[in-house]
């Protein structure tokens, strides 16, 4: 008996918790640090649910010996199971299949992580030879890295209008624009680090866009939220762009999904976490997918690959995408 009394309580505590994770970041408004609870929403809310099936499960075993045991209490045990069901669902898009006859391209994103391994990022990138490459904390002198960039990707745009910055953007394809959307010292932290390409129309598609994004560290939602809304400012994103990045940022984090929602945009879904693949010495797994490619209604993702550690703490990623007018 007693034993039962203590999984009892502990079911309320898990759906307590549950209950706290999901309502903290729909106050992120109030106090943007709320929203870093949905780093531990999927976890939370598979707690929550278990709890509650337990509850429910009780419910059930009680309302078989007389069925007015059920009651209002069962129906809200019920309630909460398709809430938390809801809760669960995905913020991002899996790739699927596109028309056959669509435009393609394909895209790179990797932190770099001051180019620490050049000879694995060249090794990936000439097996993928993708048509744009973003590239964040990128710094010169990795000749090998170097020189095969400049021989395949002509045209470049890091986040800065003059002069250097970490944050890259690479591409074999004639650019019409290229824009540098720091305003300031990126490197710090003190403004957006971002690079944009636009490129002109095609028969029977309207011009694009592409951007390559590093935020501020997931501690400041503060910082990421006034970065992109410097993107919304200086750039901009339609049906038509595509937004390459180290985010800093889950999906469910309430500073992405507000960007991605008044901008009408989509994030891919990785096949594996992106972030941390380090701890010290120590090689991980990952915990949370922070590297994006985001999608404008006018794109699809076709497949989206990560890939293998390739001396950063973070997986970059290759992406076929295609153009769906």
């Known amino acids: 008996m007693r034993l039962r009394i203590w999984l009892v309580r502990l079911a309320v505590l898990g759906l307590a918790i549950a209950g706290l994770v999901l309502l903290l970041p729909k106050l992120a408004g109030h106090?943007?640090?709320?929203?870093?609870?949905?780093?531990?929403?999927?976890?939370?809310?598979?707690?929550?649910?278990?709890?509650?099936?337990?509850?429910?499960?009780?419910?059930?075993?009680?309302?078989?010996?007389s069925p007015s045991r059920f009651g209002l209490t069962g129906v809200g045990l019920v309630g909460i199971a398709l809430i938390l069901i809801v809760a669960l669902q995905p913020a991002t898009r899996v790739p699927a299949l596109c028309p056959p006859n669509a435009p393609r391209l394909t895209l790179a994103w990797l932190n770099a992580l001051h180019v620490r391994r050049p000879d694995l990022i060249r090794r990936w990138l000439q097996r993928a030879r993708p048509d744009v490459i973003g590239l964040a904390e990128m710094r010169s002198g990795a000749a090998g890295l170097d020189a095969y960039l400049a021989r395949n990707y002509p045209f470049v745009q890091n986040c800065q209008r003059k002069g250097e910055c970490s944050t890259r953007l690479y591409t074999h394809i004639p650019p019409t624009g290229k824009l540098g959307l720091a305003r300031g010292d990126?490197?710090?932290?003190?403004?957006?680090?971002?690079?944009?390409?636009?490129?002109?129309?095609?028969?029977?598609?309207?011009?694009?866009?592409?951007?390559?994004?590093?935020?501020?560290?997931?501690?400041?939602?503060e910082a990421q939220a006034r970065e992109l809304r410097e993107f919304d400012a200086r750039m901009g994103a339609d049906a038509d762009t595509l937004i390459l990045g180290d985010f800093n940022l889950s999906p469910r984090l309430p500073v992405l999904r507000d960007f991605v929602a008044r901008n009408g945009l989509a994030i891919a879904r990785a096949d594996q976490p992106t972030w941390p693949l380090e701890l010290g010495k120590r090689r991980l797994e990952g915990l949370w997918q922070i590297d994006h490619l985001l999608t404008g209604r006018h794109w699809h993702v076709e497949s989206f690959k990560t890939s293998p550690w390739l001396g950063s703490d973070h997986r970059g990623f290759i992406a076929r995408v295609c153009r769906v007018n």
């Open 31 to 65: 106090w943007p640090y709320l929203g870093l609870a949905a780093l531990i929403h999927v976890p939370a809310m598979w707690l929550g649910l278990a709890s509650t099936l337990g509850l429910l499960a009780r419910r059930v075993r009680r309302a078989q010996l």
């Open 186 to 221: 990126a490197e710090q932290r003190r403004t957006l680090s971002g690079a944009g390409l636009v490129f002109p129309a095609s028969p029977g598609t309207r011009a694009w866009s592409i951007a390559a994004v590093h935020l501020s560290r997931p501690t400041s939602p």
